[in-house]
């Protein structure tokens, strides 16, 4: 079984129904369902797709969502030290930064799923868009 961290954008992708992006997001998920990748989202994810879909998307229960998802991922958490990595890190994006040293708290995440592959230019993980990591299952 494969195991892959899931940044914001691939998780708002998939809550909002968000278009082009949401058949790739679906599918991703689909495959935690059936068993086929366990999927890893950071604590500050769960947060930030709240704000974003409650504030755009105002016909979205997201709580119902995210509730519904909890049993087909793993939530990292985002301690002190990962901010402070974030903060010290050659990444230009913060938040991509704390999503990265968020996954390498799980040893076992083999790759880091987001659109903004680019954001991730610092990082030792493989970096990839939904649909590659779909590709690879």
Do not use: C
């Amino acid at each position: 079984m494969k195991h892959l961290f899931v940044d914001t954008n691939v998780l708002i992708d998939y809550l909002s129904g968000r278009r082009p992006f949401a058949d790739d997001a679906a599918d991703l998920f689909n495959q935690a369902v059936a068993g086929i990748v366990k999927l890893y989202i950071a604590s500050i994810s769960i947060s930030n797709s709240y704000y974003i879909i409650a504030r755009h998307y105002r016909n979205v229960n997201i709580r119902a969502l995210l509730i519904d998802l909890l049993p087909w991922i793993a939530i990292t958490d985002v301690p002190a030290a990962v901010v402070q990595q974030a903060l010290t890190s050659p990444f230009a994006d913060f938040e991509d930064a704390l999503q990265y040293f968020s996954a390498l708290t799980m040893p076992q995440i083999e790759a880091i799923v987001t659109r903004n592959v680019k954001n991730f230019g610092p990082a030792e993980l493989p970096v990839m868009e939904p649909a590659m990591a779909i590709s690879l299952l």
